[in-house]
């Protein structure tokens, strides 16, 4: 199939492009590069060994987005593309509903036009809010409490009533835990510019000593550890949880909402300690305050995707750690032979 990745250059899109050309797909990214490079590009093809497609564009732009799906006979579209900085959001609501919800729409509008209805949208666990109960499942109440958030549910609402409205859409909302680790080449991972705002990026620069410490915020939760819990899951299990869904949607229309994650929650210290294992150090922490708007503990109840995907993630917590440290370790390495060589 030929599959259009919008975000195709961001941190999931590029690991799903990996994904889906060694199961036999044709990749298209599509990235206005606002919140990544086009050096995902060659660093793809050197994994995947061949040509890539890539085109610099906005999906706000209808027009163009026809062109490219027109000229490139899409199949299928999995949306990656969207901004996700939550403080940001909460600064910027009005960024956040243009870019997310505007962008979908002028997305399904360009694929309506040309009878493209198979979709793949990136959600988020956010979408729950405050959790009633955990493990969150699918038919947990939908209450997000901040723009971001707000804006992957109105995106599920908007294709909830597409596909009421048309029988022949094929949509699955995926929604994603907390996607962490890299490929196992190190070509391609998490590299948020400026400080990382994410556990794992930012325990991958304490231990390279681009950072100092790692700030822990909060040591009184009532969690295993006294430390905030996330169900982090590796990004090669979330790529190819989105190939399964792939596979899924050809036999079955409609729309589905799928949580992605492990079901097993690890806390901060748990985190810090398989970091470190995979470093081979200590790395210094220090506890903080808790953070406004955190929540103590979250993790997916992760039984449908098993059921209707036929998809469970495999990778453990050591491998995350420890593939996000090689990506960091590849980055590095290269960061300084590109200053030695001016
Ligand atoms: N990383 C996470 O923790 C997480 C969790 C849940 C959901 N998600 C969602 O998954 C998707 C991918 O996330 P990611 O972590 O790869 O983020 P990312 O920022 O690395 O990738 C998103 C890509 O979209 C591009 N983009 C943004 N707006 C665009 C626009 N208007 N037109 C074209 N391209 C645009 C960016 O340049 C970037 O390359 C996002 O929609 C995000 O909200 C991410």
Redesign the pocket.
């Known amino acids: 199939m030929n599959i259009l990745l ?2 195709g ?5 590029s690991h799903n492009a990996v994904v889906l050309a060694q199961a036999g797909h044709e990749a298209i990214l ?7 490079s086009k050096d995902v590009v060659q660093r793809l093809e050197k994994i995947i060994g061949k040509p890539i497609t890539f085109i610099e ?4 732009n209808t027009e163009l987005l026809v062109e490219v799906m027109r000229n490139h006979q899409v199949d299928a579209v999995i949306h ?5 900085a939550v403080g940001e959001s909460v600064a910027n609501p009005l960024l956040y509903f243009a ?1 997310n919800v505007q ?1 979908t729409i002028s997305l399904l509008l360009a694929m309506q036009q040309l009878e493209i209805k198979t979709f793949i949208f ?5 979408v729950y809010g405050e959790p009633v109960y955990l493990p969150y499942d699918e038919a947990h109440p939908t209450n997000p409490i901040n723009a971001y958030g707000d804006t ?1 549910l109105q995106v599920e609402i908007i294709l909830r009533d597409l596909a009421k409205s048309d029988p022949q859409w094929k949509i699955a909302c995926l929604r ?1 835990f ?2 962490v680790g890299a490929h196992e080449s190190g070509f391609i991972g ?1 590299d948020p510019s400026g400080i990382p705002g ?1 556990l794992m990026p930012y325990l991958a620069r304490v231990a390279s000593g681009s950072l100092q410490y790692l700030s822990v915020f909060g040591k009184d939760y009532e969690t295993r550890d006294g430390t905030g819990e996330r169900d982090y899951i590796h990004v090669m299990d979330l790529a190819e949880g989105h190939m399964a869904a792939l596979d899924f949607l050809a036999n079955n229309s409609g729309l589905h909402v799928v949580n992605l994650g492990t079901g097993k929650p690890a806390s901060v210290l748990e985190c810090v300690k398989a970091f470190e294992g995979a470093v081979g150090k200590n790395l210094p922490i220090q506890f903080a305050p808790r953070r406004d708007g955190d929540l103590p503990i979250y993790f997916a109840k992760a039984d449908l995707a098993k059921e209707k995907l036929g998809w469970i993630a495999a990778r453990t917590l050591d491998e995350m750690c420890a593939s996000a440290w090689h990506f960091q370790q590849v980055q590095s390495s290269q960061s300084k032979s590109s200053t030695e060589s001016t």
């Open positions: 919008t975000g250059t961001g941190y999931i899109g599509f990235d206005n590069l606002c919140n990544s564009g906005d999906v706000r990656f593309a969207g901004l996700k870019n962008g990136s959600s988020s666990a956010t992957k994603y907390n996607p998490d994410n």
